[in-house]
């Protein structure tokens, strides 16, 4: 499971508001051609996981980048270039553990 911060919550369904006003339709998290991870309009399919907020569906992650995501948060972070969304991976630890 993906773990999303209230700013990027708060982000991400200003983003949709502003853009989509279809019902169902989220962001999808997905791998981009250039190999980092994007953002697009979709709805769900079988397996993905969605994350809502008040009944809304908010960000959509399919299997294939949901399991490498196992445990990762999403936060929104201020950068030179305006507000970003960060992900970050919880620690690897050889021997299996999350600490």
Do not use: C, Y
């Amino acid at each position: 499971m993906v773990i999303l911060t209230d700013r990027a919550r708060v982000a991400l369904k200003s983003v949709l508001s502003q853009s989509l006003d279809e019902a169902g339709v989220g962001l999808r998290l997905d791998v981009s051609e250039e190999g980092g991870l994007a953002l697009f309009p979709d709805t769900a399919k079988e397996g993905d996981e969605v994350v809502e907020d008040e009944g809304d569906v908010l960000l959509l992650i399919g299997d294939d980048v949901s399991q490498p995501l196992q445990g990762a948060t999403i936060d929104l972070t201020d950068t030179p270039e305006g507000a970003r969304l960060v992900v970050t991976r919880p620690p690897f630890h050889p021997n299996g553990d999350m600490r």
